[in-house]
């Protein structure tokens, strides 16, 4: 568990005259995008190909309130990814902030000062804003809605065996604010729920408020990156606002005026086009992600490198450089699940999805395609053992949700491979996971790659970017690496003695003729 770090001052008691702002310039536009003050945003790894070079990041200034007042009361229900940083950015903005989850076991663990999951920089933030009185942990919802002005669901929507999005949780939060709104209440959905959601909440707490109660529905989707989740919160690409009322609008306009945005759009628009904004979004840079990684198969076939060709399509200011790393495909807690519910209610609506639906199957062929490939590097696989070099969907995260590792490794295990395995940080979650139960954890890159027969670079953390090739080639089997993140250039490792299997690195030898050209020529 990460441990938070910190200390301060006292407990703030609530300040007054927040609610007298709710209405002060108001804008009553349907669709409407406004340029904000914004920190440049600065993204780690490469820097766009063809764009121009950012700006250098502004520092950010924190929000300096009089002694004992808050912008807003606050409460954020579920504290996974998204509602944890979503609550603690929230209380460094200057609100007073509960978050609220029903697992007490995660409530306790945050009130021992530490955290359910790893995500950079968090610790530091929740432990300031907690020592400050800004931020507190609870499991009683009914308590925490005594005089709150402004509530965020932001609990899980898992996806069902169908693909659709499971939103009881949503509504079961949403029955329980209706039955004790306290006030005037805006109601946030910041859960990826499916088109209609929120506008079908409000019918719903209808039927449980009491007579008068007044209460809002909003949706603000959430775009944050696990590993770089505060980066992308504090300092977003855009602010999306689904509300229709003047009043629901002008809230959420100054929860996020603390961000001090720089040229950042702010779009204010309906709740199904927020809603949809979101699943389209990642269902495009899935497909991004997909269509790169038919490229590389494209690529191994024709004698092509796909790093170059993604450069060389970046470059065009209408594709853009980001999501064009071919890999073993996409995981993690939204691209699959998105995708997946995209599909399903375009079902539903009577509407094809033929883009989005090959896009999930490319993803899936990829990742069996990434097995195929390490068996073949391996030869005759019963009995042979593979070193897999990380476990999380992606580097600086623990989360193992729809992790490639997963599906690889038990595609390898089905051909009677025996699987070692190591990530910097995802140890302690791996070894829970029933679907890893007989693969030996090892304790580092080195103790992984003990007698394997293959090396499997699996996530790109920055620490297998630097791999010790002598020392590791003297602990393995046989010196294969399936580095299926590209982090190495193929003749400098083989230059040290080892097979290099790359993504997408086809290359031609000798001047003998690839395969297309072979094809045609018997034509």
Known sequence: MAALHGGGAG??????????????????????????????????GSLPLAEPAPRPPAPRRRVI??????????????TGYVGLVTGACLADFGNRVVCVDADASKIELLNRNQLPFYEPGLPELVARNVAEGRLRFS????????????????VGTPPRPDGSADTSQIYAVAKTVAQN????????????????????????????????????????????????AIETTMRPDRVIIGAETKRAQEILRKIHDPLFLIETPMVVTTLETAELIKYASNCFLATKISFINEMANLCEALGADVQTVAKGIGMDRRIGSKFLHAGPGYGGSCFPKDTHALSAFARAAGVRSGIVDATIAANDYQMQRMVEKIVAAIGAPRGKTVAVLGLSF?????????????????????????????????????????????VTFAADA????????AV??????????????????????????????NLYEPEEVEARGWKHVGVGK???????????SRRARAR
């Not at 709710?22 to 600065?42: E, H, K, M, Y």
């Not at 499991?139 to 932001?154: A, E, H, P």
């Not at 080195?446 to 027969?453: E, I, L, M, S, T």
């Open 139 to 154: 499991n009683d919802l009914k308590s925490c809605l005594k005089g709150c002005q402004v509530v965020f669901i932001t």
């Open 506 to 516: 086809g290359r031609v030898r000798d001047g003998a003729p690839h395969r297309a």
């Open 394 to 438: 992606k580097p600086n995260t623990d989360d193992l949700r729809a992790a490639p590792a997963l599906t690889i490794i038990a595609g390898l295990r089905r051909r009677g491979v025996r699987v070692r395995a190591f990530d910097p940080v995802a140890m302690e979650g791996a070894r829970r996971l029933a679907a890893l139960r007989g």
């Open 446 to 453: 080195y103790d992984c790659a003990r007698g394997a027969h």
């Open 11 to 44: 407990r703030r008691s609530r300040g007054g005259g927040a609610r007298a702002s709710f209405l002060a310039g108001a804008s009553g536009a349907r669709n409407r995008i406004d340029r904000r003050r914004a920190l440049p945003l600065t993204s780690p």
């Open 65 to 78: 309130l009089p002694k004992g007042t808050f912008v807003y009361s606050i409460t954020v229900v579920g």
């Open 181 to 228: 709104l306290d006030g005037y209440t805006l109601v946030v959905q910041k859960s990826t729920a499916p088109v209609g959601t929120a506008r079908d909440l409000g019918r719903w707490m209808k039927r449980f408020a009491r007579r008068g109660a007044e209460f809002d529905v909003a949706s603000n989707p959430e775009f944050l990156r696990e590993g770089s």
């Open 456 to 485: 499997a670079i699996v996530t790109e953390w920055n620490e297998f970017r630097n791999l010790d090739l002598g020392r590791l080639r003297r602990l393995v089997r046989r010196p294969v690496l399936c580095d299926l993140r």
